[in-house]
């Protein structure tokens, strides 16, 4: 557990963390194992806005050549939208290019932004200040994803897309190193992996395109770039993010940010609440995974967050009424992999790290990607070439839109902090006051997992006893997230480790569901609560797909 | 004066304990209505407890007897009730929400050409019409019914009707009815495989990490066992993954949801988790050390203490209870 | 073997339950439907009786809004060969009004079989399916557990109190269906695929109003606020007095 001679006070994550499972998630094309094979023309891999997003222009646009294309999307959530989670402050670009004939008002949004705050958090008070420009939102839309996935969802299924919600795409299928499909996850399995009655075998989906947009931290994504050596300047940067869904008595009526409090000094991230009605207001604390205090809970911050008079005024009296959680890529421009095509394989949305972290947005990227991926997959069907080169052609109408010129724009803002937060503040500043030129040079980050973490006793506050009004334990929000995975099924997490209470400790308060739990000096792993947020597999054990249908339900986050 | 139907239900020549539950739900009704209340039971012959009826608030007890009619006949027992029911002119017909209950209303329902209310907590006129109350969505709402047709038959869910005594005792009565051969036949009862399952006690007590370790669970078996058959051992999530207990007895999450009429909490301390499985439950005691434990706020009643101290104590008082 | 298994769209039971605007009905924003869990058990019977006799048909038939038809498909998906759906977007209250619709719909379908689940999750009634055995004059068993069919006779196990009922009875039946009878299938991605091509017929209904009527729909009542009533093994007289004498369990 020492990283140096006689320092027991410090660790690194990455020492204890598996390695990436490469040999279960790339798997040569005609390995047995699997039930029923289908022949598609383009898989989707995540039914998100950005899988979504490309479903719908890939049917728009064979529609429009008088072409047919059979389209399947997998979704390993039992039903749309049970797995998305985000704030959320939709730029509504994306949509109106995809459905230029709606108006504003036919689109999934709740409201538009009305009125914005930004806070600087202390203890027990607050000081606003003017919104940073790259945080201002005019123009945009408060919205829930979940009704936007559904949404998309509807669409997609009406242009003949197949949807098939309950199955997660569990390993790539190659052909040499060409990707030629997906094999999904089998279910129906006992504690022991033996089949029970409702055994139902992996179904292997072959197409000439393979399009990965699993989202955050997504599996099949990660095997690939590791397997095919794709890189990027950066490693890929996460925040963890524990938000909640309140009906009030107290009416929210504008978008608030805060930063400051309870974040301590040396961790990066900032907390939002967004009213999707008046009464219906869905808040949040984001913190950057590379946080140094090992002892650090974004669960249990998150729920003192909602102690300060500025949140706590317009909770008191109402209800939660979902709870849940998800990382945030946020490594920007420098973390986005140098390729995100290949043979056979397209990468989109938040799994290729289209995320923008000054100003909080990722939706409208990941379905701009997922277009454009469109029409470069059409072109590339229609011509009868899918290499590389072809596929290619995705990666340079990516490069020339605004996906990147934003994301070049703030690529050094979230990693300015890294410094700490006065230090990071002031380069923040900076680099809005000069578009991003200066300090403009790339800051080198290391990877999350590498960031030593020390245990200092009573650094941290200890656990919050919760109230079950306004504060809640791990275990209920687990419950409010609809999280029902049947507790006999395999367990899913990878653990590299044999050892210490400090580790287990780390890990527990990690996971904001209560995954795993320091008892008796080891660790106990509650694999059965996980809400896929990933978290875990950024700086502890890996998570590897389950049976479709397992994890959360959300329903308006 | 139009009056109430109370069908009671009868096993191998006994009334069944829930009839006094029926009568006592009809007799509610009855007085409401200013009418009397006749109870009827279907047997091959006298049934032993029939006459106690009056004693709930019957005025009449009439038991409809052939040969045939030993066990439970589906087709059979709905054909004369249905026949006394529409010949009666009955206001009301009421029935429990028992196994056989449930099965008899809504045939006896169809071939009067009326609704049902089935499984009801409470019942009641309002503006001259039959009302009735009746959980829906797993007991997250409450439907208030109207029963707009004559007669309004309704089943009781049992174990809410709580039997009221009265003083008064009616007049019984045998009556021979034929017996048409009916498809359906009720050819054995055997028993209930294994133990009393969680969800169908009317008693449940279950068991979390309060506990510490399996073996332990032996003392809430004493405990089941002192109520004479009638009690489950359950038993939390932690304690089911923890590989304790089976799954099968998991109260909770995706465990079974139960609503015995006491649930008994031992060593829990209250996630929401478990709370969803057994909220319904009539009255909840929890036993537990902790005094802030969430499932003092849920429980009816508490007890805060040494699990290892309290209950081996309330076994031996229900054992001396049930002498 | 021809076999109607009827099914209900009802909504998920873990659905936190809001009261619409009217005091009367469910709110359903948010809420995901699902096909009823009782209704499950009875589709996989219908599915392993075909199987089992090699051939036959298994016809779902439900009443319910146009969304129904995405619970019907689901049942197309698990193998099921047609589906009816009789439209209407008021389900009555009185289960007989519906039980009149779908015998309409049954009547000279010449099935072997007619199966529901024992009750819907929503609306815990128990009543439909035998109330269509009597208006179709069909012999019936309700809340079937165990299942043995040969030929033209079949041989059914229900749980009563304290035990199990069996019960024999002549085909063709209706049968409605509990927990523990089979466990159902998870749909196939081929029967994913599959489902979106059988035939599945909209025929819009109007069923009556009939003689039973929603009120009201309310929360269930707070509990009231409980007691510590003690301390330790001393706390335990105390306890059984309260539960005999209070709360009237003992």
């Known amino acids: 557990m020492a990283e140096g001679a006689g320092s027991r006070e410090q660790f690194l994550p990455a020492q204890y963390q598996p390695a990436l499972p490469l040999d279960r998630l790339i798997l040569k094309d005609g390995s047995p194992g699997a039930g029923d094979r289908m022949e598609l023309d383009v898989l989707i891999v995540g039914a998100g806005p950005a899988g979504l997003a490309c479903a719908i222009e890939l049917a728009q646009l064979a529609k429009g050549a008088s072409t047919e294309l059979s389209i399947g999307v997998l979704e390993k959530a039992a039903a749309l939208g049970e797995h998305s989670l985000s704030g959320a402050v939709v730029n509504p670009r994306a949509f109106r290019e995809l459905f230029p004939d709606m108006q504003d008002s036919d689109l999934p949004f709740r409201a538009p932004v009305r009125k914005e705050a930004v806070y600087l958090l202390t203890a027990e008070s607050r000081l606003r200040f003017p919104t940073p420009p790259t945080m201002r939102n005019k123009g945009n839309y408060i919205a829930s994803l979940c009704e936007i996935v559904r949404w998309l969802g509807e669409k997609a299924e009406a242009l003949g897309v197949n949807v098939f919600t309950g199955f997660p795409g569990a390993s790539l299928l190659v052909d040499g190193p060409r990707v030629v499909g997906v094999r999904t996850a089998a279910s129906g399995l006992d504690r022991d992996g033996r089949p029970l009655a409702t055994y139902l075998a992996p179904n292997d989906l072959a197409a000439k395109v393979t399009v990965l947009a699993e989202g955050t931290r997504g599996m099949l994504s990660q095997a690939w770039c590791t397997w095919q050596q794709v890189t990027a300047a950066n490693p890929q940067l996460f925040a963890l993010g524990v938000k909640e869904l309140w009906e009030t008595r107290h009416q929210l009526d504008r978008i608030i940010h805060t930063l400051g409090w309870p974040l301590p000094r040396d961790a990066f991230g900032g907390s939002f609440m967004y009213p999707l009605a008046p009464n219906l207001v869905a808040l949040g604390l984001v913190v950057g995974l590379d946080y140094r205090d090992g002892a650090l809970d974004v669960h249990s911050l998150f729920q003192r967050m909602k102690l300060h008079p500025l949140f706590r005024r317009y909770l008191e009296g109402g209800e939660m009424v979902e709870w849940g959680a998800k990382t945030i890529p946020e490594g920007g421009y420098h973390s986005v992999p140098a390729r995100r095509s290949g043979d056979g394989v397209v990468i989109l949305g938040d799994a290729a790290g289209f995320v923008d972290v000054p100003s909080l947005k990722g939706i409208h990227y990941a379905m701009q990607s997922g277009m454009l991926a469109a029409r470069a997959i059409l072109g590339a069907l229609q011509a009868g070439d899918v290499s590389p080169a072809r596929l290619a052609d995705y990666d340079r109408m990516v490069s020339e839109s605004f996906i990147v010129q934003d994301l070049y724009r703030t690529r050094n803002m979230r990693l300015a902090f890294k410094d700490g937060f006065y230090a990071g503040g002031l380069k923040a500043a900076l680099m809005t006051l000069t578009g991003g030129r200066f300090p403009g040079r790339k800051i080198t980050m290391q990877r999350d997992a590498e960031v030593a973490r020390h245990i200092a006793p009573g650094v941290s506050p200890g656990p919050l006893v919760p109230d079950g009004r306004l504060t809640f334990s791990k275990v209920d929000g687990v419950f409010k997230s609809g999280n029902v995975t049947r507790d006999t099924i395999p367990g899913h997490l990878i653990v590299g480790w044999e050892g210490t209470a400090e580790l287990a400790e780390f890990y527990a308060r990690l996971c904001p569901a209560g995954v795993y739990e320091q008892v008796d000096g080891g660790l106990r792993v509650n694999a059965p609560n996980c809400i896929d947020c990933k978290a875990t597999d950024v700086l502890g054990p890996r998570w590897t797909p389950r049976e479709g249908g397992s994890g959360p339900k959300y329903k308006r986050m | ?323 | 073997m021809k076999i109607a298994v009827c099914v209900k769209r009802v909504p998920d039971s873990e659905t936190r339950v809001k009261i619409a605007s009217d005091g009367k009905s469910l709110d359903e924003a948010g809420v995901k439907f699902i096909l009823n869990p009782y209704d499950e058990f009875a589709v996989e019977e219908a599915l392993r009786r075909r199987e089992q006799a090699g051939t036959g048909e298994v016809v779902v038939v439900s009443l319910g809004p146009a969304a129904a038809q995405e619970t019907i498909r689901t049942a197309l998906a698990m193998g099921a060969d047609r589906g009816v759906l009789l439209q209407t977007d008021r389900i009555p209250a009185d289960g007989l009004e519906v039980a009149k619709a779908l015998a309409a719909e049954l009547t000279n379908g010449g099935y072997d079989l007619v199966l529901f689940g024992r009750m819907a999750i929503d609306d815990y009634n128990h009543q439909v399916g035998p109330m269509v055995a009597e208006l179709l004059d069909l012999p019936c068993v309700t809340a079937v557990a165990h299942l043995d069919i040969a030929g033209q006779r079949g041989s059914a196990e229900r749980e009563i109190e304290g035990g199990v009922e069996i019960v024999e009875f002549p085909l063709p039946a209706v049968l409605t269906t509990d927990k523990g009878l089979n466990e159902p299938r998870y749909p196939a991605l081929k029967g994913i695929m599959a489902a979106k091509k059988k035939p599945l017929e909209v025929k819009p209904t109007t069923p009556a109003a009939g003689g039973l009527e929603v009120v009201a729909m309310t929360p269930p009542p707070q509990r009231k606020e409980g007691k510590v009533v003690g301390e330790g093994p001393a706390a335990v007289p105390e306890l059984l007095r309260l539960l005999r004498e209070e709360a009237k369990v003992l």
């Open chain 2, 1 to 323: 004066m139009s009056d109430v139907l109370a069908v009671a239900e009868q096993r191998e020549g006994a009334l069944r304990k829930v009839s006094s539950e029926v009568v006592t739900g009809a007799r509610r009704l009855a007085d409401a209505l200013a009418a009397r209340v006749e109870a009827l039971v279907v047997a091959a012959g006298p049934v032993q407890g029939a006459d106690q009826l009056g004693g709930f608030g019957a005025d009449k007890v009439i038991t409809l007897a052939n040969p045939a009619f030993g066990r439970y006949a589906p087709e059979g027992y709905a054909r004369v009730i249905a026949d006394r029911a529409r010949a009666g002119g009955y206001r009301a017909v009421v029935f429990a929400a028992s196994a056989a209950g449930r099965d008899l209303a809504p045939r006896v329902a169809a071939r009067l050409g009326v609704a049902l209310a089935q499984d009801i907590t409470d019942v009641t006129v309002e503006g001259g019409a039959v009302t009735v109350m009746h959980p829906v969505y797993a007991g997250k709402a409450l439907l208030k019914l109207k029963l707009t047709a004559t007669p309004a038959v309704v089943s009781l869910r049992p174990n809410v009707f709580t039997p009221v005594q009265r003083p008064k005792a009616g007049a019984a009565e045998i009556v021979p009815v034929d017996a048409a051969a009916g498809r359906v036949v009720v050819t054995g009862i055997k028993a209930a495989a294994g133990a009393l399952d969680v969800a169908e006690a009317s008693i449940v007590i279950s068991g979390g990490r309060g506990l510490k370790e399996p073996a332990n669970f032996k003392v809430l078996e004493a405990l089941a066992a002192a109520f004479g058959g009638r009690a489950a051992v359950g038993a939390s999530r932690a304690v089911v993954d923890a590989g304790w207990r089976p799954h099968a007895d998991q109260v909770g999450q995706t465990g079974k949801t139960v609503s015995p009429t006491l649930y008994i909490a031992v060593g829990i301390s209250g996630a929401i988790q478990h709370l969803a499985g057994m909220r319904t439950s009539k009255v909840i005691v929890a036993i537990n050390k902790d005094k802030d434990a969430p499932i003092f706020k849920v429980a009816d009643y508490g007890v805060v203490g040494d699990l290892f101290e309290v209950v081996p104590k309330l076994t031996e008082e229900i054992r001396k209870l049930h002498g």
